[in-house]
């Protein structure tokens, strides 16, 4: 399929470069190393050779999220953004971007959010799980009361906002004791993420705020398949909820949450997340430069799925998501494509 559109895909600064350098052995580090860094070249070429007609683009993890002080966090972020902003205004038509933001601090998370959309002119939001604050053990996850003002101004702007996974703390993760192969993209950053998109919804956030649109990768972290077990577990037992959501999980998971394929390159597993979720809410990604692009359009493209469906994934939703004008050549020849 020509024309996709991707986003779940990363960049680096030299200030946050080194933050990805445990997830690969380190042989493979120069490598990782040389596609963070590039944009304009490398980057582009994968683009233009799988069918990607456009990269939605993010800082790496966990970055801004992993610095304590919240000067500094809020320094780096606006220095993120601006470099991004300077890469987008290149080639406006094939690079887009998600704002980095320094959660510590909800006021300085507004604030920047603010300028990426209103004067960069970002098309929403990527953070990367709980933020430390504090002697840097503390994490602060986004249910809490102090982020309700800046959910409201996420509203308001109407733009997503990309809950993007990070490991938990070395204080929070004995379960993984003996086991560090379970980090990273194995496990841990699907439970991670998963369990602060579940408290997001159990807090009572989108009844306060129904128009949020949140994303999800890899499928969904995990969640779609367990929807029927969070809304029902022991359904003998006649007991009422001990969440503040007015709903069933299922509801807002099904109105306010879409999904990327980013590094869950699975038909089966495309299949489920289709019939739980709807075509609608899925979109394509990569996880550039973590995982292959040929490794994503190659599955994506010969998927066991309807033509109709694979458009919709691979670029209508989110074209309508972000309120993309995209060219009317490459839709020309999408529709050759699909025809």
Same mark, same amino acid.
């Given at each position: 399929m020509l024309g996709k559109i991707a986003l779940e895909e990363h960049f680096a600064i030299a200030d946050t470069l080194t933050d990805s350098a445990g997830f690969v052995p380190e042989s493979y580090w120069p490598e990782l190393k040389s596609r963070l860094l590039d944009i304009q070249d490398r980057r582009l070429a994968e683009m233009d050779k799988h069918g990607i007609e456009m990269m939605i683009l993010s800082l790496n993890a966990p970055a801004v999220q992993a610095i304590p002080e919240t000067a500094r966090a809020d320094e780096i972020a606006r220095r993120a953004n601006d470099y991004l902003a300077e890469q987008v205004a290149k080639r406006p038509s094939r690079?887009?971007? %998600?704002?980095?933001l320094p959660m510590q601090d909800p006021e &300085?998370?507004?604030? /920047?959010? /603010?300028?990426?959309?209103?004067?960069l002119g970002f098309r929403g939001a990527l953070v990367n799980g709980f933020s430390q604050i504090a002697d840097g053990k503390t994490p602060v996850y986004y249910d809490l009361p102090q982020y309700r003002p800046f959910w409201a101004s996420v509203e308001r702007l109407g733009i997503p906002f990309y809950l993007h996974p990070r490991n938990p703390l070395p204080e929070d993760s004995r379960i993984y004791d003996g086991? !560090?192969?379970?980090?990273? !993209?194995?496990w841990a950053f699907g439970q991670e993420t998963a369990v602060h998109a579940l408290r997001l919804i159990g807090s009572g956030l989108f009844d306060e705020h129904p128009r949020l649109e949140i994303i999800l990768g890899h499928m969904g972290e995990g &969640? !779609?398949?367990?929807?029927? +077990?969070? #809304? *029902?577990r022991n359904a003998w037992v006649k007991a $009422? *909820?001990? *969440?503040?959501?007015?709903r069933k999980i +299922? #509801?807002? %998971?099904?109105?306010? %949450?879409h999904l990327t394929t980013s590094g869950n390159f699975r038909t089966q597993t495309l299949i489920d997340a289709i019939l739980e979720i709807g075509a609608d809410r899925i979109?394509?990604?990569? #996880?550039? $430069?973590? /995982?292959?692009v040929d490794h994503a359009a190659d599955w994506f493209n010969s998927?066991?799925?309807s033509e109709t469906d694979r458009v919709k994934i691979g670029r209508q939703n989110a074209a309508k998501l972000f309120k993309l004008n995209m060219p009317a050549a490459a839709r020309g020849r999408i529709n050759q494509a699909a025809e």
């Open positions: 690079f887009q971007a %998600f704002a980095a &300085l998370a507004v604030a /920047e959010l /603010e300028r990426c959309v209103t004067t086991h !560090p192969w379970l980090l990273g !993209p194995t &969640l !779609p398949y367990s929807m029927w +077990r969070i #809304d *029902h $009422p *909820h001990k *969440h503040k959501a007015k +299922r #509801d807002y %998971f099904n109105e306010n %949450f979109l394509f990604s990569v #996880d550039w $430069p973590f /995982e292959n998927a066991s799925i």
